[in-house]
Structures are given as C-alpha cells and as structure tokens.
C-alpha cells in the first residue's frame, strides 16, 4: 500500500508543480506539453487538466479579443470626438462667439474668454462666475424679456431660448448680444439641468438699426413737410404708396384718398 500510495503521490505531485502556472503560460500564449503517464488514474486527471486549460484559454482568448474590439472603438469615438471638438472650436472662432453653460440646479456657470472679451472684461477679471455674472452685467429693462424668453424655453413651448440683450461694458457704455441657448439636459423629473448657449456682439448691427430708423423718420419728415408736391409711387404697381400735405392740397384729396389711386 505504501509503495503503491507513493507510486501515485509523485506523478500526483508532478502534475500538481507542472500545472500551477497553467494560467499564466496561457495567457503568454506559451505552448502546453503534457506530462505523459502509464498510470490510468494520472492520465485521466491530465486529460481533465488539459480540458480546464483548453476552456480557459478559449476565455482567455474571447475576453482578449473583446478588449481589442473595445480599446479599438474607443480610439475611434476619441477621435471622432476630438475632431468634432475642433470642428466647434473652428466655428466658434469664426462666428467671434462667446459661450456658456449654465448649471441650472446649482446656478455654476462655465464662460469662455470671449463672453468676457464682449464686455472689456479678461475672464480671470471677472473670477469666480456664475450665473449672477450674467444678471450683474445685465441691463435690468432686458432680464424680464430674458426671463420670459427663457419659460418658453424651458416649458417646451420653444425649441431654443433667443433674446437681444445689453451688457454693461468695462468701460461703462451699453453692449448688445445676441443671447442663444438650448437645454442640454433635465433631471429625472424632467426640469431643466443643463443649459449651454453663446452670446454675439451685435451692438454694430442695432446701431445701424438705429441709423436706419432715424435716416427713415428723417426722410418722412422732409416729405411731408416739403413744399413742393410729392409722391411716392411703386415702379412695380404704379399705384401711389405716399403723399404729402403739399400734394393733398395740390389734388384736392387726402392722404389716404390719395393712396388708393393709380
């Protein structure tokens, strides 16, 4: 029995220090060769180890494999992502745009160096920020229509938020923006998370706006005014779009008699 149990224990125990590293040798993609034995029982327990070992490296392989395909996919969103980063950045910096995000639970807010450049400000001036940035720099006649713009917004009635706004520069003059954004995210209860948005100076834009308008009641009133008699009529139409107190007198008819006529 003693010599029979030794028999057994030394193959048993060979095994046993051949097959320890048996994970490792697999994952190092290491070839396997197998004891071989002339007892029956050890054969069978090499041929079960060689099983588990074969099984095992199929995991080892599969998980591999799915690791690769990952790391793969992962450098491709990257990469896509980057590129989508810059793309924004390059419209961005054409547009001359600044941005901002806005934590709508927390009232944090996120601006670039150019929301600050729009009002005279560097963005390490105006540290730390948030959303009471905005309301400080803000024109108070402009913030009610900011706000109602803004519960349009966030009730769905409207897909993005819009509103022209002023903004007290550095130097103390008024600035206009064109304030734009969209919520970004809600919370599970569906109210508003996240907003991100830009703001463009537009401040040239009403100026002439404002040119416009005043060069129109200017003319107006050197129309009605004048002495001679005149028409305003549509080279398209022909028909009579204006007349003056000159002309009403002149034709004897009124201003509007006289815009219903050829």
């Not at 450049?117 to 024109?139: C, F, K, M, N, R």
Request: contains cysteine; proline residues 3%; aromatic residues 8%.
């Amino acid at each position: 029995a003693t010599v029979l149990s030794r028999r057994l224990m030394r193959p048993i125990k060979a095994l046993a220090r051949y097959t320890a590293d048996i994970p490792e040798r697999i994952a190092q993609h290491q070839e396997i060769s197998w004891p071989q034995s002339s007892i029956l029982e050890i054969t069978e327990l090499t041929q079960n180890f060689q099983q588990t070992a074969d099984a095992l490296k199929g995991q080892i392989d599969e998980v591999t494999s799915n690791n690769l395909l990952l790391e793969q996919n992962i450098q491709e969103r990257t990469a896509e992502l980057s590129a989508e980063r810059q793309r924004l950045s390059d419209i961005l910096f054409g547009t001359n745009a600044g941005t901002w995000e806005w934590d709508m639970q927390t009232g944090e807010a996120i601006y670039n160096e150019r929301w600050a450049e729009i009002i005279g400000y560097s963005l390490a001036e105006l540290q730390p920020v948030s959303i009471q940035t905005w309301l400080d720099h803000a024109h108070p006649e402009d913030l009610e229509a900011s706000e109602l713009q803004l519960k349009e917004h966030f009730s769905g009635r409207t897909d993005r938020y819009k509103c022209e706004c002023r903004m007290k520069h550095k130097d103390g003059h008024w600035v206009w923006v064109l304030d734009r954004g969209k919520i970004t995210s809600r919370t599970a209860d569906r109210r508003p998370l996240l907003m991100s948005g830009t703001h463009q100076d537009i401040t040239r834009q009403k100026k002439a706006e404002e040119d416009l308008r005043a060069s129109e009641e200017l003319f107006k009133a050197m129309f009605h005014r004048h002495g001679a008699v005149m028409l305003l009529v549509s080279p398209e139409s022909g028909a009579i779009v204006d007349a003056n107190l000159a002309a009403e007198k002149f034709y004897g008819y009124s201003r509007q008699q006289l815009k219903n006529m050829n």
